[in-house]
């Protein structure tokens, strides 16, 4: 079993609906529903199943967290405010106990990938062990100032668990997890401060998480040694925080648009794309045009190979939403 769950999908700051725009949805899905002539309560669940799942419950508003289970071992990158919706979960097992372990992979420490870490609970129970692991050297920095006034009123020093620091080295691929066969693999994004994605092996099975990065390097030549990141993959997360033109204009802003995902995919033979990172700016709307966009894009760049003759991979790409979970 390896599998990938999305607790959080939006870029850069929590995005909840304000109560107009939930309002909004409600109105509409009204008008929709008696547009179709629908009239009695065993119509709903037809109606929500033909919608398009962003139509009916959105792209998700929390921030990067994602987690991993590889047989008996389990870990977590980005502690973003998706940490959430993952925590009642961590708490029914030995980490509401004070007697569990967990692994958290850190991709940088900008807000939208650590917020989630004050709120996490299990940090404030003695016996539980905490393992930080991340290739910047300034991380027990980072969490020292994290857990000091007045950005939060308790100290690191107080925290009741252990905190366990970890410094993962470039491109070194290091075994995760006592019972071993899950490979996990630091690669440089391209982002304005050093990011780090991961590539994850598992039993012949890979996925990338490649966010936040603007992919300013798409060759093989440019990608250099962050090339294995890409190669071969079954799934690759990326960030697709913007349209095309937005890109171009937000340039050296560290975010990408899904065309760039697109283009790596088609090139390294990658099966499955989930394009997150939400732009916390834009609508349901915007993100779904994005992804039509995207779309348009991916069909032009298929009949362009075909037409040079090549015979063009096909990838199952999306913009994923929150909740999204991969089964390789
Ligand atoms: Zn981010
Ligand atoms: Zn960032």
Known sequence: MFKLKLWGTRGSIPTPYTPEEVESRIRDLFHRFFARKHHALEDVEPFLHEL???????????????????GDTQLIIDAGSGLKGLLPELMKGPLGRGQGE??????HFHWDHIIGLPFFTPLYIPGNKIHLHAVQKDLPAMMKTLFQKPFFPVPLESLGATIVYHELEPRKPVTVGAQGGLTLTPYLLD????????????????????VDTEGTRISE??????????QHLDLMIFDSQYTIEEAIQKMNWGHAAAAIGIDLALREHIRKVAFVHHDPMASDQKIADAEKQAREYYHFEIKALSKSGVKAPHVDWFFAREGDEFSL
């Open 221 to 230: 030549l440019l990608l250099g040694d962050d090339l294995p990141m890409y």
């Open 52 to 70: 398009q799942r962003h139509e009916f419950g959105g792209w998700g508003g929390n921030t990067a967290c994602v987690e991993v289970k590889a």
């Open 102 to 107: 967990v692994h958290f992979y850190f991709t």
């Open 191 to 210: 982002h304005p401060d050093p990011c780090w994605g991961y590539r994850l092996d598992y039993q012949g099975k890979s996925a990338a998480y490649c």
